[in-house]
């Protein structure tokens, strides 16, 4: 059974860090693209952040320049390290997983990836 499991999520002033984490199971780690979508109250599921197996990384401009996406294949962990946070950063932030191991051309508007995780809450207050 393939398990993605986010966690890292907290309450955090503006301007401040965190580092979220999605530990896999159940799949092999390496054969997928992973990815970082984030859902804000009332709004769309948003996709913000992808990573290829071989560790290529691609943001949307909503956080380019402050968000890291990064993966370590041995420990099955895709992580997102996330500082000068602002207040409509709050969100459910999920991590999914696609099989192939590339960032497909559109990565950001999908929303039928394999699998997905349960989600772990950003709140950034101001």
């Known amino acids: 059974q393939v398990q993605l499991v986010e966690s890292g999520g907290g309450l955090v002033q503006a301007g401040g860090s965190l580092r979220l984490s999605c530990t896999a199971s159940?799949?092999?780690?390496?054969?997928?693209?992973m990815h970082w979508f984030r859902q804000a109250p009332g709004k769309e599921r948003e996709g913000i952040s992808c990573v290829s197996w071989d560790s290529i990384a691609y943001y949307t401009d909503s956080v380019k320049g402050r968000f890291t996406i990064s993966r370590d294949n041995a420990k099955n962990t895709l992580y997102l390290q996330m500082n000068s946070l602002k207040p409509e950063d709050t969100a459910m932030y999920y991590c999914a997983a696609d099989f192939g191991g590339y960032c497909s051309g559109s990565w950001w508007a999908r929303r039928a990836y394999n699998y997905w995780g349960q989600g772990t809450q950003v709140t950034v207050s101001s």
């Open positions: 159940g799949l092999i780690f390496y054969n997928y693209a």
